[in-house]
């Protein structure tokens, strides 16, 4: 099976979503290589780096599902290293 590495940029804007956040990178916990987060108190905001390691539609699952909350915007770059 071919992998890639990626980092998912995560924007939180309403916590209200962030269970069901917190429950899909636990449904994807095997491709989590390590995740940060900060709380920007000053705009209401938190901000989210997931890096990730497997496939590419797994990878594009994810940021998808994780797009489709309601108040969370995610965006997933690709490393440029070879499969």
């Known amino acids: 099976m071919e992998t ?3 980092i998912l ?3 939180v804007e309403n916590p209200e979503s962030v269970g069901k956040l917190n ?7 095997q491709y989590i290589v390590g995740r940060m ?3 920007y108190k000053e705009r209401g905001i938190s901000l ?7 496939p590419s ?3 594009s699952s994810l940021s ?8 969370i915007t995610a965006k997933a770059v690709y490393s440029k290293l070879p499969a």
């Open 9 to 11: 940029g995560i924007v």
């Open 48 to 54: 989210i780096s997931v890096m990730v390691d497997g």
């Open 37 to 39: 987060g900060v709380p």
């Open 57 to 59: 539609d797994e990878i």
């Open 64 to 71: 998808g599902k994780i797009g489709q909350l309601d108040g």
């Open 4 to 6: 890639r590495v990626a």
């Open 23 to 29: 429950s899909l990178l636990h449904d994807y916990s």
